[in-house]
C-alpha cells in the first residue's frame, strides 16, 4: 500500500495505526485498549505514545477475540477496509484459535438456554435451590 501518506520508513504512535487500520473506530478507544492492557507488542504491554515499525507482532483482545498480528505496512490514514487489511497480517495460530474459541462459544450458547419458560413446579424448585445456596 503505497501512497503520499503511507510511511515507507520510520515509526508511527501504536494508537494512531490501531485506528488507521480500522481496530477501533476512534483513538480515544485504542488508547483505552492500550492503557487497559489490551495490547500489547512482542509480549509486552505497551504505553500510548509507544512507536511501532514494520514488522513488529502485536496481540490485541477485543471482546472474546484475541488477535495476533504483524505489522507489515504503517500508516496515519484511516482508510477503507481493504486498504486497512494490508496494513498488516493476522497469524495463521490466531485464525485458527479465533474459530475454534467462536465454535466452543456457539456450542455453549445452546446448551444454557432452556428450550421453554420454567412451570410453577419448576419454579417452585429454583426457589427452594436459590434458598439453599443463599448464605
Known sequence: MASDTDLP?????IDKWLWAARF????????????????????????????IAVGDRLLIRQGWDEREIDVLALSDQRRGAPQAQQLYRETSASLERRARAAEARKAAGTMARPDHRPDKHERRQLSRLRRHLEP
Open 9 to 13: 520508513i520510520g515509526k508511527l504512535r
Open 24 to 51: 477501533f473506530k476512534t483513538r480515544s478507544l485504542a488508547k483505552a485498549a492500550i492503557e487497559g492492557g489490551k495490547v500489547q507488542i512482542d509480549g509486552q504491554r505497551v504505553k500510548v505514545s509507544k512507536e
